[in-house]
């Protein structure tokens, strides 16, 4: 029989690890914050707030790490330290005037010619009904598109949820 590949969990920066949308004097508990100079802020320092938990939450889950996010190769070397994670792989995304489906966001049509069949979670806070439906026509794997509320960012039912998708793939 053949066995599935291990699969992809593709991980949004702002959103998810960073819950920029949180108001500033009710951050969720476990996050400090942290300076950046990503290569999109044109040499600004910009304020994240990370949970160095998340890290080993997510070296513990059944996929292979990717970013999938705006940060790029920058979320290497600001984000991925903190938490503790390896350099990881990143999904290259297209510039404003690739094509992509109306109402898609601009990563899915690149998460769906990156992963290539692969199966994948993806998790981010900016997913719609256009993105589920051209990831159900275009990605021929499975795949869960996992919403995460960018006010609280990745909490333990995330997790859990994650982690049950992988089991029903076998892993
Ligand atoms: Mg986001």
């Known amino acids: 029989m053949n066995q599935l ?7 949004d920066v702002d959103g998810p690890l ?8 009710v951050r969720p508990a476990g996050y400090r914050p942290h300076r950046a ?14 949970d160095e938990a998340h890290g080993e939450r997510l070296r513990a889950l059944p996929f292979d790490l990717v970013w999938a996010t705006t940060w790029q190769d920058c979320a290497n070397r600001w984000i991925g330290p903190v938490l ?3 350099p ?15 109402d898609t966001s601009p990563k899915t049509w690149a998460i769906v010619s ?29 795949a869960l598109l996992h919403r995460v509320h960018p006010g609280r960012g990745l909490v333990e039912t995330d997790f859990e949820v994650l982690a049950t998708w992988a089991r029903r793939l076998g892993r």
């Not at 590949?5 to 991980?11: I, K, S």
């Not at 960073?18 to 004097?25: F, I, L, S, T, V």
């Not at 100079?37 to 990370?50: D, I, M, Q, R």
């Not at 990881?88 to 109306?102: E, Q, T, Y």
């Open 37 to 50: 100079e990503p290569v999109w802020a044109c040499g600004a320092s910009v304020e994240v707030w990370l």
């Open 88 to 102: 990881l792989p990143f999904v290259a995304l297209p510039g404003p005037a690739v094509w992509r489906p109306d």
């Open 84 to 86: 503790g994670l390896p």
């Open 5 to 11: 590949p291990r699969p992809v969990l593709l991980l």
């Open 114 to 142: 990156w992963a290539a069949g692969r199966p994948f979670a993806w998790v981010d806070d900016d997913i719609g009904e256009a993105d589920r439906a051209y990831v159900a026509a275009q990605h021929p794997g499975p």
């Open 18 to 25: 960073n819950p920029c949308h949180a108001r500033p004097e």
